[in-house]
Structures are given as structure tokens and as C-alpha cells.
């Protein structure tokens, strides 16, 4: 009868001298004229157990079908290893071969590792150590975050991910249709007539579930959502999706300073979870690709953000373009929205630590956004990090129907659509706050991968929908 098969991590953390069965893909087979050694990885660790194999005329034509990529099963005694770099390894006594990997056509067999490369092969990429690391993150960071969340009591919110309002009110949004595109029905005034639609309106992908989780916060006090985004951007940056995930704490009875506690006090938590729970992953990617990532880590958790209104972070940015510190491709000035370079030369040159700006100018935030006494800035804040810029963006929410009435008016919205949302506001309004952390931003910081293309499996960018 066949043993049941122990996973590679767990295998590492056992005493010798046991019958073992490990299951997995080959990463290297080397070896000399008596013995073959196998590196085994099976996903459930960075690490390989090392498969040692007697050559003889038993296993000859066996480990003539293994090469690297190939699918094995080997079944032996656990033993110490006497190599370095790890304790035990399995002196294998039965092999099966479940898949063969053609060496010459394998993708990852080729010289070619560059990212941009394995994101043309994004379907075999999580073979390699460092997607393995990724993906092991990705899910680990869910995790932390579900976890956080629900050992402070707040709900879990399902906000719709087909939505006919525009949150942001930023307009890029992917339609959602089954109207015949060569055929579309017209109304009297020659525009699609969307009454023909499936949802008997015009509708589009969600941008945001903030709208939701208002309604949500409203009733159940602390609230959050975590789903995939979509935005229509042509953005083709290393920080940009089409498709992302997002995630969207919202509080009742919280102003703008108890929202910039909780931030900071949220991705904080989230970093030390990654060191303490995934740190063998961290430390890989440490190693290969970025020296500083580790230290970069701890920096955060232990330092204080700085919090910093946008008009002082206007002066700061003028004055050092002002003393020839820096020079910027997008100029700067009172009123326009901060570019990535921007954000960084406060966070990376100016503090050397995270910053939260505030009080950023009404026009360049959204509608939803409780105004200041002065009429011209709203509690919005945005949370900057280092290498990233942005990384999370939020505010109090505007409490005062009159006064949201007015800004959407302003902004030539229409209220039509929005009258669900004003209703909160209507009928037992509260003081409330929330933000969005962008999934993907943070597995940039936690990973230290420079491309936002390399932390999701697989990417939605312009032009681009493969697999
Ligand atoms: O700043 P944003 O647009 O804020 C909102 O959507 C609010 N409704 C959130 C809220 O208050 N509930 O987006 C929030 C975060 C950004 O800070 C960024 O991290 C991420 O989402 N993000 C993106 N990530 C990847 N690709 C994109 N195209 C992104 N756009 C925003
Ligand atoms: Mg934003």
C-alpha cells in the first residue's frame, strides 16, 4: 500500500529515518557516475528536498525520463543529509514518473529569466522559485488581512462587482453589455438604447466598493470590502491594473484622524504578519533581487508616519525645486494632483518615511469627500510609501446631505442614480471614514518587485487579457 504523501515543508521539519512520500515538480538533476540528485519542489515551500538516487540498471531508465519541469513522486527513507544546506533528504527507493518535460521545449528551460520575459510565459511562471514566493505571499497577505479585520469585530462586506453608478465619478469604466455590437438598438435621439440591455440600464465594472460599503457602515457599524477593481485607465505603468484587488475598510463615528490611525495601524500589521509568517519567501527575494527589502520592511513598522497637510507638501515640493534639489517632469503647484514622482521625493528624500497628506484641494478629489471650513479643501488622505507613492487612498465622508447635494450638483453629476447613497445621508446620517488599500501596491512593498505585473497572477493591462 502506498504511504500518503507529506508536503516538502513539513518533510524539512521531520527527524530522520522515516519511510517518506514526496510529490512534486524537479527543479535541477545533476549528479556522477553512481548517484543523481533531484532538488524537489512542490509549492509548498521556497525550499527543495534534495531526492538522492542510486544509479543502476533499475533507475537508469527512470531517470532517463526525469529532467527539470518533470512531475515525480518518489517514495524512500528520510535520512540526513550529509551536503549542506539542508538537514534531511530522501535516499529514494521507488520512483514514478507521472510527467515527462520535454527539454528543449519547456519555457522555463530557456536562458531568458528576465520578468519580461516569464510574463510572456505567465502560465508556467509559478514553477519558478521566485513567482512560488509570490503567490505564496499573495495568499498569505489575504489571509492577514480577513484575519485583521475580523478579530476587530468588522463585517465582511460583498459589494457588487456589476455596478450602474460610477463612484469615483472618474467615468473609466469597462461596460458591461450583451447588446449586439453590430447591431445596437437605437432610442429616438439616435443613442443606444440601453432599456434593450440585459440589466434594462446601462451598466459598467465596478470601480470602487465604497458606494456599498457606506451602506454597509451605516447599519453595521465597521465594514469592509475586498474584491477585484476594475478601471478602464490607459495607464501603462509599473503601478497601474485593469483589473486589481482592493481593499475597503468603512467606519461608522470615525473622523479623518481615527481613518489615519487605522491605516497605519492596518498596513503595519500587515507587514509584520509577512515577516513573521512568510519570511523564508521575503528572505529569497531579499536575496536575489533587493538587498534592502527586509530593512525597508522593518523600517516601517517601526517608525511613525508622517502626517502632513497637502498645502504643506505643495511648499515643501516648490521649495525644493526652488533650491535646485530636484527636478520634476510634471510641475508642481498649489491645486494639481501629485504625480508618483512627486510623492516619492516627500517619502523617499524629504522624510525617509511613509507620509499621510491631508487636506487635499476639493477639485481633484472626489465628490463623496467631507468639506473643510475653508471651502476649498476636503478630509481626503492619501498613505505614501517608499518605491510605491500611493498606496492607499481614503477620507471622511461627507455627513451633510445639503452639502453633498450641492458638490454633486457642482460637479454636474447626476443625482438620479445616487439616490440610493444619498438616502444614507438622509435618513440617519453619520460621521464616517474610510479608505482603500490597493492589494496589489502592498504585495509591491511587501515583495520589493518593481513591476505591479509581477504580484497578481495573471495581469489585465492595455492590450493585454492573455490566459
Ligand atoms: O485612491 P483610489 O482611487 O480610492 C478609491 O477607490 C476609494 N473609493 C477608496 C475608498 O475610500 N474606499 O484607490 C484606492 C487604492 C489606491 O491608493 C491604489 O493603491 C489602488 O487603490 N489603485 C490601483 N491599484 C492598481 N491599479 C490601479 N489602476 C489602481 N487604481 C487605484
Ligand atoms: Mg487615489
Redesign the pocket.
Given at each position: 500500500m502506498e504511504i500518503s504523501r507529506t508536503k516538502v515543508k513539513d518533510l524539512l521539519q521531520m527527524p530522520a529515518g522515516q519511510r517518506v512520500l514526496a510529490k512534486g515538480w524537479v527543479r535541477t538533476k545533476r549528479g556522477n557516475k553512481e548517484i543523481a540528485f533531484i532538488a524537489l519542489n512542490d509549492g509548498s515551500t521556497i525550499k527543495n528536498v534534495q531526492i538522492v538516487v542510486d544509479k543502476n540498471a533499475d533507475t537508469e531508465p527512470i531517470l532517463a525520463k526525469i529532467s527539470t519541469g518533470a512531475c515525480i513522486g518518489v517514495e524512500g527513507n528520510l535520512v540526513e543529509s550529509v551536503g549542506s544546506g539542508q538537514a534531511v533528504e530522501i535516499h529514494a527507493e521507488n520512483i514514478t514518473v507521472y510527467g515527462e518535460c520535454d527539454p528543449v521545449r519547456y519555457p522555463l528551460q530557456k536562458k531568458d529569466t528576465s520578468f519580461e520575459y516569464l510574463r510572456s510565459v505567465a502560465h508556467m511562471r509559478p514553477r519558478t522559485n521566485t513567482f512560488g514566493a509570490i503567490y505564496r505571499l499573495r495568499s498569505q497577505m489575504a489571509f492577514a488581512i480577513h484575519d485583521y479585520f475580523h478579530s476587530r469585530g468588522f463585517v465582511y462586506v460583498h459589494t457588487p462587482l456589476i455596478t450602474a453608478s460610477d463612484?469615483?465619478g472618474a467615468g473609466q469604466m469597462f461596460q458591461v453589455t450583451t447588446l449586439d455590437l453590430n447591431n445596437v438598438p437605437k432610442n429616438k435621439k439616435g443613442q443606444p438604447d440601453y432599456s434593450k440591455d440585459f440589466f434594462g440600464k446601462m451598466t459598467s465594472l465596478t470601480?470602487?466598493g465604497?458606494l456599498e460599503?457606506e451602506l454597509g457602515a451605516t447599519a453595521l457599524g465597521e465594514v469592509y470590502t475586498f474584491g477585484p477593481?476594475f478601471?478602464a485607465?490607459n495607464?501603462n505603468t509599473p503601478?497601474?491594473?485593469?483589473e486589481?484587488w482592493?481593499i475597503?475598510p468603512?467606519m461608522a463615528f470615525y473622523d479623518i484622524n481615527d481613518n489615519m490611525d487605522l491605516a497605519e495601524d492596518f498596513i503595519k500589521s500587515l507587514v509584520k504578519y509577512a515577516l513573521n509568517n512568510c519570511y523564508d519567501d521575503i528572505k529569497f527575494l531579499n536575496d536575489r533581487y533587493d538587498n534592502e527589502l527586509i530593512e525597508r520592511l522593518e523600517g516601517v513598522i517601526n517608525t511613525e508616519f508622517v502626517r502632513l497637510e497637502y498645502t504643506e507638501g505643495i511648499e515643501i515640493l516648490e521649495k525644493a525645486v526652488a533650491d535646485g534639489k530636484v527636478t520634476f517632469e510634471y510641475p508642481i503647484s498649489w491645486g494639481v494632483d501629485l504625480q508618483s514622482e512627486h510623492e516619492r521625493y516627500l517619502v523617499e528624500k524629504h522624510f525617509n518615511k511613509p507620509v499621510i497628506l491631508t487636506g487635499y484641494p476639493k477639485d481633484i478629489k472626489?465628490f463623496y469627500m467631507k468639506q473643510n471650513e475653508d471651502g476649498k479643501t476636503v478630509r481626503a488622505m492619501?498613505v505614501l510609501f517608499p518605491k510605491i507613492g500611493?498606496?492607499?487612498?481614503?477620507?471622511e465622508r461627507e455627513a451633510s446631505l445639503t452639502k453633498l447635494e450641492k458638490r454633486i450638483d457642482e460637479l454636474q453629476m447626476s443625482r438620479k442614480g445616487l439616490e440610493w447613497y444619498l438616502d444614507t445621508r438622509r435618513f440617519g446620517s453619520c460621521p464616517h471614514s474610510?479608505?482603500?488599500?490597493?492589494f496589489?501596491?502592498l504585495l509591491l512593498f511587501i515583495t520589493g518587485m518593481s513591476n505591479?505585473r509581477d504580484v497578481i497572477p495573471f495581469p489585465r493591462t492595455p492590450k493585454n487579457a492573455e490566459y
Open positions: 463612484a469615483e470601480v470602487s465604497q460599503g477593481t478601471r485607465e495607464s503601478r497601474h491594473l485593469a486589481f482592493m475597503e468603512e472626489a492619501d500611493e498606496i492607499i487612498g481614503g477620507s474610510g479608505f482603500g488599500l490597493g496589489e501596491r505591479i
